[in-house]
Each structure stands twice: as C-alpha cells, then as structure tokens.
C-alpha cells in the first residue's frame, strides 16, 4: 500500500490559489481611500480554512500557492519590492500561525470550544500581522505605528472570522435529494436573504446622518444581523456563512464609499474603519455561536436517533419488547416493533387497562394483579408473569413480562420498566 501523498492534487491547489486571488481582488476593491489600511483582508479566511481542512503533510504545497498569489496581489497594488516580500511573506505566515492554532486547540472542529478556539486564533494571527506588517511599513514609509496597527489587524482577523466558516461549511456540501429545508424553510430563508440585502443597501447607502435623525441610522445596523440570524435558523450553517459574507462585502462597500451610518458620524479618519471591522467581526461571531449550538443540538438528535434504531433492532433481533409505564400519568410506552408482535400500534396499547382488554380472559386478573401491585410499589418476590395477548389478525401471543418499579431519590415510584419476552403465535382455542 503507497503512503499517503504529501501533495494535493493538481485541481485543488488550482482551485485554493484562484479563491485566494478572488478574496484578494474583491478586498483591494473594498480599500480605504483615506488610508493605507484595508477595510479587510479576505484571502486570510480562505488560507486559514484551506490549511485546517487539509492534511498537515500538504500544506507546504498550499503555502506555496498562496504565497505566489499574495505576491502577485501586492504586485498589482503597486509595493515596492520589499515591502512587497515583507507583506507577502507575513501574510501567509500568519496565515499558518491561525491555522496550526485552530487545529491544536479544537481539531474536532465541534462545540463552543471550536468557536473560542478560531476567534482566539484570527485575533492572535491578525495582532502579529499587525505587529510585522506595521512595523516594517512605519519604518520605510514613516507612517504612524497604533493608527495603522489597529485597523490593520482587525482587517485580518475579520477576514478570518468573515470567509473561513464560508469555506468551511461549502467544502463539506453534497447534493442530496432529501434532507434539506422544507419548502417553507427555504421560501422563508429566501424571503429573509432579500429582506437583508434591501435593508443594507437602505442602511448604508448615502448619507444617513440626512436620512435618519440623529444616530437613528446607526441604531438601526441590528437590522441587518437579525435578519442574517433568521437565515442561519432557516438554511442552516452553509446559509448563515454566506449570508454574513455577502452582508460584509456590502456594509464595506458603501462605507468605502464615504456612505452609511459609519462613515456618515465618522468624526476623525480611520474611525469608519474600525466600526465596520468590529460590527462584521461580532455579526460573524454571533453566526458562529449559533452554529455551533445548532450543530450541537442536531449532533445530538442524531445519535439519539441512532442510539434508538440500534435498540430496536436488538429488541426486535432478540424477539422482546420494552416497556416504561408512569402510573401517575396512566402512560405505557413501548420499544419495539407491537405491529409485529400483537398487530396493534402504540396508541392502542398505551395503559394498563388498554393492554388487559386483549390479554387472555383466563390471565387477565392475575395481570391487572401483578401490574397494580407494581405501580403500587408493593413488596413481592414475583419479578416476572406469564400470559397471553391476543393478535389482532387471530390467535394468542405467549408473552413473558419481567419488570420491576424503579425508585427516586426519595424513595417514591417513579417508573415501572421491563421487558416482554415473545413467544409464538397460536391459534385461538376458545
């Protein structure tokens, strides 16, 4: 057997160097014109997520591609060639720095550990960004070191927290046939990705300041998110990605362009920046929560579905039945497959004195005894009776029923619990 290839194929590292080009692209487009500062720097989110999905074997590869890309990209925003290696260089750098983070601390990918984990790892690689970036650029273009520093470094670490759950979530997409959302679920999740749009080119088109009194604009950015959260509920994790994604490039748009509630109360340069980062940073955090908790919760849907299956099939692969009878309620439930065993569903069956209109006439007093004396929780040494059930298509089913009551902390019943051993079918004699 040939060990496995440290290097990915050729279409992948195709297809990872043209989103890191497009990310870049769309981010120059999106610069500050005031400053030297980018709103946000989006390749960071798609070499992070690329590396965490990837065996660790493959990303000197990945690396190299990147690396590649963020020369070219410097290249067309015309840095000067060593600035322009120094740039490069951190970039991917720190790119690798988030990445090993995240894997280190949550390779599971799963829980609010996971979330603590990618957001601890974006603020961390975006402040050594900073940190190497801005000090080279300080020194050899004599800008000032904290202005430039902050919005800087915020840049990466949005771009982290904006694309990587983007890229993330796609990557795992498969075409099914079934078990998507409804058709309600997505006409509702379609209804709320319009809504988002319009409300956003509303917010932050223009002047607010002249559109809403006051800070009214500003007050109404929650718009926006809340509608963002609604699609996240509805379409699920892939959804809510794309969602924060598409929401982040248009706020950054129109603030670029000198538009909205940010740039409308901007009072000194460069404040824009830094409210737009920190809003598109919380909304992609708030996203991340709920999917995580979301997931969590289905995660754990699913193995209790599966946890069930399995023991229906042992019940049905060993010939019993379960039973769980709350005699406060007059509720018995059932495990295992009744249709087969007496030809009746759970609803026919579902209390003691439903169960003893089909047991033998001949049984039938010595059941309700023996059941009554355990929901009584009566002393006894009898664990077990035999009797007879009759199936609904004819003919007696021998059934066995071994159960006890089960006491709480306070030595109350709580439940009756057992098991129905089946016999076989036969035919009626009386």
């Known amino acids: 057997m040939s060990p496995p290839s440290s290097l990915p194929s050729p279409a992948r590292l195709v297809l990872a160097g043209l989103l890191y080009l497009l990310a870049g692209l769309v981010s120059q487009a999106l610069d500050d014109p005031a400053s030297s500062v980018l709103y946000v720097w989006l390749p960071s989110g798609v070499g992070v997520a690329t590396l965490i999905l990837a065996p660790r074997r493959q990303w000197p590869a990945y690396v190299g591609v990147f690396l590649l890309v963020e020369i070219v990209l410097r290249a067309l925003r015309g840095e000067a060639p060593v600035t322009l290696a120094v740039l490069a260089l951190t970039a991917v750098a720190t790119a690798v720095l988030t990445a090993w983070i995240v894997v280190r601390l949550a390779p599971g990918r799963r829980g609010l550990g996971y979330v603590g984990a990618l957001v601890l790892a974006a603020l ?18 004599d800008q000032p070191f904290l202005s430039v520093a902050v919005p800087w470094a915020l840049a990466d670490a949005a771009g982290v927290l904006i694309v990587a759950p983007v890229v993330l979530d796609w990557t795992q997409f498969r075409a099914r046939r079934s078990g998507g959302p409804s058709r309600r679920d997505f006409a509702l999740g379609a209804a709320a990705f319009v809504a988002m749009l319009f409300v ?14 006051g800070s009214v604009g500003f007050a109404l950015t929650w718009m926006p998110v809340v509608l963002a959260v609604v699609i996240g509920l509805v379409w699920g994790a892939r959804g809510g990605s794309l969602a924060v994604l598409l929401l982040a490039i248009q706020v950054l748009y129109q603030t670029a ?28 955090v708030l996203m991340l929560l709920l999917h995580t908790l979301r997931g ?25 039945l379960m039973y769980r009878y709350d005699p406060y309620r007059d509720l018995l439930e059932w495990g295992g497959d009744l249709e ?35 929901a009584d929780a009566v002393p006894t040494d009898q664990t077990s009776i035999r009797y007879r059930v009759a199936h609904r298509e004819g003919g007696w089913r021998d059934v066995t029923d071994v159960g006890s009551p089960l006491l709480d902390a306070e030595g109350e019943i709580a439940i009756v619990a057992g098991l129905c051993r089946l016999g076989p079918l036969q035919q009626r004699q009386d």
Do not use: C, K
């Open 200 to 213: 956003t080119h509303v917010l932050f088109d223009g002047n607010t300041a002249e559109r809403f009194p």
């Open 257 to 284: 362009q000198g538009d909205g509630p940010f740039a409308s109360l901007e009072t000194r340069p460069g404040e824009s920046v830094l409210e737009a980062q920190i809003y598109l940073a919380a909304t992609a």
């Open 340 to 374: 087969s065993a007496f030809g009746m569903n759970h609803e026919q069956l579902d209390t003691v004195e439903a169960l003893l209109t089909h047991v033998h006439p001949e049984d039938r007093e010595r059941v309700r005894v023996f059941w009554t004396a355990r």
């Open 124 to 141: 961390l690689g975006g402040i050594a960004n900073a940190l190497l970036d801005v000090l080279w650029i300080s020194y050899a273009e």
């Open 296 to 320: 969590t919760r289905e995660l754990a849907l699913e193995q209790a579905a599966a946890w069930r299956a399995r023991f229906e099939l042992a019940l049905a692969g060993s010939n019993q």
